[in-house]
C-alpha cells in the first residue's frame, strides 16, 4: 500500500497562504456545528517520528473554540491504567457529544510501538486488530466520528529532518535514542504499518494515508479531510435525526410518535382495566 504513495506532491506557499486560513475558518464554523448537532469527533494522529503531528495540531489548536475539544499526547501507561485493557484509558479520555478529541498517538500503539520494540507479545498485539476494530465499530454505531490520519514520509525525508532538528537548539531535544532506533529499523516499522492498515481500515473508521514529506501539503490534506468528514456527518444526522436517540435532534424527531405511542398504551391500559373490573363483577343470583 505505502509503496505505491506519492511523496512528491507539494504546495506552494502562495497556495498554503490562501487554503490554510480557509481551512481553519471552515472547521472553526464547524466546531459549533458539531456542537448544536451534539456529534462527537474523535482524530486519530499516527505516522513516523517528525512526520509533522505536532505541527497539525497547531494549525488545529489556533482557531477552534478551546472549550470544545482536547488534545491527548501519547504516553506510556500509568500503574492504574495498566490494571485494565489498554483501551480502557483511551475510552477515558473519549469526547463528550458535540465535542472533538484529538490523539496524537493513539489506541494503535499497542500494534506498532508494543509490537516493534518487543513491550507486548506477538499473541497480544496479534489480537489487538480484532479488539481494534470491535472499539471502532462500537465508537461509531454510538454516533462518533472516528478520523485517522497516517502521516507518511520517506526514510531519507526522516534522515534529514533528524539532521535540521539537531541543528536548532529548540528542537535538539526531540530527537532522542528511540526516534535513532526507530530511524535504523525503518523497514520493520513499514511491515508493521502496513499490517495495521490493511487490517483495520474499515467503512465506519477507515484510515486516510497522507503524503507528508512536503508539511504544506500534509497540512492542507488533513483539514480538508476533516472539512469533508464533518460535513457529511452533519449532513447525515440532519436527513435522520432521530439515528442517535439520546440527542435532543432525536427527541425532537420523534416527539409525535412518542406522544402518539403514549396514548395508544393509555388506552390499552384503560381496556385492561375495564375486563378486570368486568371480571370481578359477580352475576346476578
Not at 499526547?73 to 490494571?83: D, I, V, W
Not at 497480544?124 to 490520519?149: P, S
Not at 457529511?232 to 424527531?253: D, H, I, M, N
Amino acid at each position: 500500500m505505502l509503496e505505491t504513495v506519492d511523496l512528491k506532491k507539494t504546495l506552494s506557499k502562495s497556495a498554503y497562504a490562501k487554503r490554510m486560513p480557509e481551512l481553519q475558518e471552515k472547521l472553526r464554523g464547524l466546531q459549533y456545528a458539531v456542537h448544536e448537532a451534539e456529534v462527537p469527533v474523535i482524530i486519530c494522529l499516527e505516522g513516523w517520528d517528525t512526520a509533522g503531528k505536532g505541527r497539525v495540531i497547531k494549525k488545529l489548536t489556533e482557531k477552534l473554540d478551546p472549550r470544545l475539544f482536547r488534545v491527548h499526547p501519547g504516553s506510556a501507561p500509568s500503574p492504574l491504567e495498566q490494571r485494565y485493557h489498554y483501551l480502557w484509558r483511551y475510552q477515558m479520555k473519549l469526547p463528550n457529544d458535540g465535542e472533538m478529541a484529538v490523539f496524537d498517538h493513539s489506541w494503535y500503539g499497542r500494534v506498532l510501538v508494543e509490537r516493534c520494540d518487543k513491550v507486548a507479545p506477538k499473541k497480544v498485539w496479534r489480537e489487538a486488530y480484532e479488539q481494534i476494530n470491535e472499539f471502532e465499530r462500537w465508537l461509531a454505531d454510538d454516533g462518533q466520528v472516528v478520523m485517522k490520519f497516517w502521516m507518511h514520509i520517506s526514510k531519507k525525508e526522516q534522515k534529514q529532518r533528524f539532521k535540521d532538528c539537531l541543528k536548532d537548539p529548540l528542537l535538539r531535544w526531540k530527537i532522542t535514542k528511540e526516534y535513532r532506533r526507530h530511524h535504523r529499523q525503518y523497514s520493520k516499522w513499514l511491515k508493521a504499518v502496513e499490517e495495521m492498515l490493511a487490517k483495520t481500515d474499515t467503512p465506519h473508521a477507515p484510515w486516510t494515508v497522507v503524503e507528508a514529506n512536503d508539511l504544506r501539503w500534509a497540512r492542507v490534506r488533513i483539514f480538508e479531510t476533516i472539512v469533508k468528514r464533518i460535513e457529511e456527518t452533519l449532513a447525515r444526522r440532519k436527513a435522520l435525526p432521530a439515528a442517535v436517540s439520546r440527542t435532543a435532534a432525536a427527541a425532537a424527531a420523534t416527539k409525535t410518535e412518542r406522544a402518539e405511542r403514549a396514548a395508544r398504551d393509555k388506552e390499552r391500559a384503560r381496556e385492561e382495566e375495564k375486563k378486570t373490573l368486568a371480571a370481578e363483577v359477580p352475576a346476578a343470583p
